[in-house]
């Protein structure tokens, strides 16, 4: 009775709620569970693109890259 891989439908953790999400064309809110969910995680990603975190900006990297370019110039 062990159940085919082939045929079983993919299971994905859904990200808002952490339950089993069917990750199939069946499920049009995949990789959400249901629609609420979809919509939550929705509002939290418009919501946080608002406040955007003006750090950790590679100026080091930036910075390193230049040296090494002018170095091998
Ligand atoms: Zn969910």
Redesign the pocket.
Known sequence: MKPTNAIAPKLVV?P??G?E?VYAASNVFRP???ER?KNIDMGAWASESFRVPAKNLPEDQSTDDDLRSSASH
């Open positions: 859904c808002t709620c339950g999400s959400f569970c249901s969910c």
